[in-house]
């Protein structure tokens, strides 16, 4: 979908917080490390990658430019948890749960260094079809997005023509993954001019990658 | 389980949105204590990798990283062929760097990273991303006008530079290696890796400062 998350090209904003928004983990308040560590805890049970993300897209489009990360986070880990029944609404609005589950194991901090070691995770799907293309080839972005709720071809990249330059084997699929369903299809990086993309405002010198799969793409 | 419906997603979104708290600080409270009372979290372990990130996982590992490739040719070839199994040889591989990518800076390239659609990042190599970085600002302008956005960082690009920006689209993170100042010769791992900025490595900062500079 066309959503409000999908900022790239979009005008009228203003000039990057360099310095204002430059603090490391350390310097960030409480509440903003407290909900890195239980997104880090897998609070959400159920889900995928792209079904989180397209959590986070279907925010109240006001809320999703005006809040802070973690606190976007915030909103979509208690729709993920509402949606999934691990917690309801009411219990939302009361803040507490009428009856308590048994506690969670606490885990220590060599736990935490361990299970952070293993989150190397791979996307790669066995069993895929074989790529339609090459690196070197001349490809076109489709003109429309394809027909799921959640797609990874952003606006300011359709319809225009690049060249593959890499080839990552059949990666996850974000349609399907944010579905609930599994299925790997090729994967590219794929290269446009910065002139294709934006017209002669663009510098000539310069260009834009993306990591593109292969049913957004047409043979140019 | 999930409904994996988005039409329900939007629903729960709004419903929140005006029942929740407007204060961020008690809304993640509120998180927190229902996660832990449904038996899915326990606070300890959240304390846990808030001391993880805080202490062990963050931007130094990436400078080590960096000061390794400009030393040792072998490690920069591996790093550059497949950096998430050369990151093993740190024990820094984790989270989101499963298919990381090195990509180097020349003296004809430079290399910069955004998430137009999120905010990937690569945590386990990078620590925490700053907040610029996820800033709609960031995300909506260095696709299109990269120079602008790197002179707001101070970045100066002679003429013979062309810019190329990622954009991770899918679970590909990047890391660019930084070009290796002058007035280095003769440092060791650990005196380089401390002039590898963080920003260096999303490429927003792109002269490193050597000895004298």
Known sequence: MDGIHDLGGMQGFGPIPVKSGDKGFTELQDWEKRMWGLARSGIAQGVTIDWFRHGLERMVPSDYLSFGYFNKWCANYFMLMVDHGSISMDDVKRGHLLEPWPAAEAKTGADIVALNAKGDISFLVEGAAAPAYSVGDRVRTLRTPPKAAHTRLPRYARDVEGQIIAYHGAHAQPELGAQGLKGGEALYTVVFSARALWGEEADPRDDVTLDLWESYLVPA | ?213
């Open chain 2, 1 to 213: 389980m999930a409904t994996f419906d988005s039409e329900n997603a939007a629903r729960l979104h709004r419903e929140l949105h005006s029942h929740l708290p407007s204060d961020p600080a008690l809304r993640v409270k509120t998180l927190e204590s229902l996660a832990v009372e449904r038996g899915l979290v326990a606070s300890e372990t959240v304390d846990a990798w808030v001391e993880a990130y805080s202490e062990h996982i963050g931007p130094k590992r990436g400078a080590q990283v960096v000061a390794r490739a400009w030393l040792d040719p072998a490690f920069r070839k591996r790093l550059l062929e497949n950096a998430n199994e050369a990151l093993k040889e740190f024990d820094y591989q984790g989270s989101a760097t499963g298919h990381l990518q090195a990509v180097e800076n020349t003296d004809v390239q430079h290399n910069m990273v955004v998430c137009t659609l999120c905010s990937c990042y690569p945590f386990s190599i990078l620590g925490m991303s700053p907040s610029w970085y996820k800033s709609a600002e960031y995300r909506a302008r260095a696709v299109r006008e990269p120079r602008q956005v790197l002179a707001e960082f101070g970045v100066e690009l002679p003429d013979q530079v062309a810019v190329r920006v990622w954009d991770s689209t899918a679970e590909l993170r990047y890391l660019v290696i930084p070009q290796r100042p002058a007035g280095t010769e003769g440092w060791d791992r650990d005196q380089l890796a401390a002039i590898v900025t963080r920003n260096s490595m999303i490429g927003t900062d792109r002269d490193l400062k050597g000895e004298g500079a």
